[in-house]
């Protein structure tokens, strides 16, 4: 077991004007994006690493590559955690689950007179990754024939719940982190794209990808970050102008899933793994 001590603002890398690049999960919904080879994954890798061993924290999310939340699944919360492409269903099922929840806290918001969730290890917030966001909503298309007819496909209801999410949930305690390589508008609409208060990028293939993260950015930023070495992204919190950053390089890959498996404590959660008040 690997003997860590939590930091509630812990860094994942450094910015180029001095400082350190701070990330805290319990604020803003995160968009990270950028092309394959820059950085991006290796990032994610120090971003869920970061807020490992914190005890305000629960992870739940999607993930057809089966690797970046592989290290936070666990046999005794099954519900929590889609990994892979051979059953899309389980996506939408970990989604629908967490709207549940957040629906649960929005309506014990009003008796208890406030309009805010508070963050604790008893009620901690709920962190959604949604992990290459383009593939999981690309795979379920191969499973549409399966679908009974009448009902939403799997890829609506993957839609229609990170929607909610991404437009509700903040006021009940809940992140979203949503990794894509580029978020096109025919995959991330406007409105979707608006509710990432906090926005990351590595290098980015395209110059008008970049202006859909960071608007109003100027062209000399637009052309440096189309081709900006590997680990070297642009960091925007809200209303604030984008910083340049150098990422921690967290390698290899199992070096972060033994640091996530020896942090990161599963607990049951009221609402999401059984009843409340069973």
């Known amino acids: 077991m690997i003997a860590v ?21 319990h604020k803003h919904h995160t968009l990270v994006v950028g092309a394959t080879g820059s950085g991006k994954t290796v990032l994610t890798y120090a971003m869920l690493a970061s807020i490992a061993a914190d005890p305000r924290v629960q992870i739940i999310g999607c993930d057809p590559s089966s690797l970046t939340l592989a290290p936070f699944d666990r046999d005794e919360f099954p519900g929590r955690i889609a990994l892979g492409t051979s ?45 290459e966001y383009a593939g999981l909503l690309a795979a379920p ?26 437009r509700e949930s903040r006021k009940a305690g809940f992140t979203v ?37 960071f608007e109003g950015i100027d062209a000399p930023t637009v052309e440096a970050l189309t081709v900006a070495k590997p680990g070297i992204g642009l960091i925007q919190e809200p209303g604030q102008p984008a910083e340049w950053f150098r990422a921690y390089h967290l390698a ?13 404590e599963a607990r049951p959660i009221d609402g999401l793994d059984h009843a409340e008040g069973a």
């Open 177 to 213: 982190v949503t990794v894509i390589q580029r978020p096109d508008a025919t995959v991330m609409g406007g409105g979707d794209r608006a509710q990432y208060s906090r926005r990351i990028a590595m290098r980015m293939d395209n110059a008008d990808g970049v202006r859909m993260v």
């Open 252 to 264: 290899p890959y199992s070096r972060y899933g033994q640091y996530v498996r020896d942090t990161y």
């Open 5 to 25: 001590k939590f930091h509630p603002n812990p860094s994942i890398g450094h910015l180029q004007a001095g400082g350190l690049v701070t990330w805290t999960p």
């Open 87 to 131: 059953d899309m269903s389980r996506h939408a099922e970990v989604l629908e689950r967490a709207v549940a929840l957040m629906d649960r806290r929005i309506a014990a918001l009003l008796p208890d007179g406030i309009d805010m969730w508070q963050a604790s290890h008893a009620a901690p917030t709920i962190v959604v990754i949604l992990e």
């Open 141 to 166: 298309e191969a499973e549409g024939s399966l679908a009974p007819r009448g009902s939403p496909s799997v890829k609506k209801r993957i839609l229609a719940d990170a929607g909610r999410l991404l």
